[in-house]
């Protein structure tokens, strides 16, 4: 479990709502969620945790009949103003899913991919420098660095998670979802990307959905427990799961529902 000193927040949402056609996902979010720090959003199944998390990069966006009412501010910047474009939105704010996505291209190709796409680079020689550096952040350089025209999805399944990363991270955004992306790993590759997610947030604001109450202790300075698409209770994680303040939240942690 972590802790520090509260950082200015790099999201703000106030009154925020989500509705598929008819159904309302989420009702009425309010919370802040700070700039180099790790957020937990946990809570059972269909509670709006992933709904939540595609509300930052404006993913629901994608989704048919989808409508998001409120405000969310990125740094003080209304997120779904007319005017901000979606795409490049999503530059800034990464995504790792549940299941890894490697393209099925080669190691370089996947992380050189974004790149590429955004003109990051002038030349191979940056372009070469910028995937190490990627890789490297991800904790994969010194597994890779001698066979990167190697299909990514040829990679084991942890691997293939750090690879994903490593191509959000190519793009430079300032923040990084994940939703379960432990869910499909090993104990061995789950500790390995939790203590990469450790290292990140030195210089990323993280916000992670899962379904492990241990994760969340051990990875997260912040948890929010949803649930019936309510935002129950929302703060630091120590408090959360040693003296939380609402009854629904204390019967989820300890395994009475959910």
Known sequence: MTT???????FTCRDVSVFYGEFRALHNINMDI???????????SGCGKSTLLRVFNRMNDTIPDARVSGRVEMQGANIYAPEV????????????????????????????YGPRLHGLTRGRGELNALVEKSLRRAGLWDEVKDRLSMPGPGLSVGQQQRLVLARALAIDPDVILM????????????????????ELKERYCIIIVTHSMAQAARISDKTAFLHKGEL???????????????????????????
Do not use: C, H, W
């Open 179 to 198: 939703d379960e992306p432990a869910s499909s790993l090993d104990p061995i590759a789950t500790a390995r990307l939790e203590a990469l997610i450790d």
């Open 4 to 10: 520090q000193t509260e950082r200015p927040p790099k």
């Open 232 to 258: 129950i209770e929302y703060g630091q994680t120590d408090r959360i799961f040693t003296n939380p303040t609402d009854t629904r939240t204390q019967d989820y942690i300890t395994g009475r529902f959910g």
């Open 85 to 112: 474009d979606p795409v490049l939105l999503r530059t800034r704010v990464g995504m790792v899913f549940q299941k890894p996505t490697p393209f099925p291209r080669s190691i370089f190709e996947n992380v050189a």
């Open 34 to 44: 700070a700039d180099r720090s790790v957020t937990a959003l946990i809570g059972p």
